[in-house]
């Protein structure tokens, strides 16, 4: 069965302190690995879709790198507005619906 | 990419009514989905609706529960039917384009209360 696991379900920072947030997988077959960001109340905001072992993308403090078995997500010297849940989720192939892990809570303490 | 927006915003309806959400997505797009989002947990697919066919449901899901129409390639409804305390979630339309890239974008949601 396709699972998607993340960790850790919540973490708080200090404004500056910089740390990783972790998606696993096991599927058949990736097409693709998507990150999102959803804030209270609104529906997910596409981030990133990596598509092959060794790919990395950017955008502003926040950086998703992708191996085999698992992604990062990188937030360097975060900022309370960068305060979210972080979903991660794996496509199959190209007309297969996502399959969601469960989030990643963060706090970003001033 | 692709904006997406949803109406009703929230709602708030007694149990044994039907509602209907609206979504409108400001491009043409090739796949359309719903999902339920409890509080607290992550995304489920109820269904992908198809253009000029019936959806395709997920395990659990009925259509008698949820319908869904698609009637072009930027709006779909997702009716929920016979409300009980249970359905009490947000409901989120989601699209893909099918131009360059996989991504998938996501409307705001339809927080929907069932008394």
């Known amino acids: 069965e396709d699972q998607v696991t993340q960790s850790p379900e919540a973490l708080r920072l200090q404004e500056g302190e910089s740390s990783s947030l972790n998606c696993s997988y096991t599927?058949?077959?990736?097409?693709?690995l998507f990150w999102y960001r959803q804030d209270p109340g609104k529906g997910p905001e596409f981030l990133f879709t990596l598509y092959s072992a060794g790919e990395e993308k950017e955008k502003e403090r926040l950086k998703a790198t992708l191996t085999k078995k698992e992604s990062f997500l990188h937030i360097t010297a975060p900022k309370p507005e960068d305060s979210a849940t972080y979903l991660c989720?794996?496509?199959?192939?190209?007309?297969?619906?996502?399959?969601f892990g469960k989030g990643t809570r963060l706090s970003v303490i001033a | 990419s692709a904006v997406i927006s949803q109406k009703p915003s929230r709602d708030i309806c007694q149990r044994g009514t039907s509602l209907t959400i609206q979504c409108q997505v400001d491009?043409?797009?090739?796949?359309m989905f719903w999902y339920r989002q409890q509080p607290g947990q992550s995304l489920t697919l109820i269904a992908t609706a198809n253009q000029g066919s019936e959806a395709t449901y997920e395990s659990g899901f009925v259509i008698d529960k949820f319908p869904i129409s698609r009637p072009n390639l930027t709006f779909s409804t997702l009716t929920v039917s016979n409300m009980s305390p249970e359905d009490s979630s947000i409901y989120l339309c989601s699209a893909k384009s099918g131009q360059g890239g996989y991504e998938q974008y996501f409307g705001p949601g339809t927080r929907l209360t069932v008394t």
């Open positions: 491009s043409q797009v090739t796949m």
């Open positions: 599927v058949s077959g990736l097409r693709g």
């Open positions: 989720a794996v496509q199959i192939s190209g007309n297969t619906p996502l399959v």
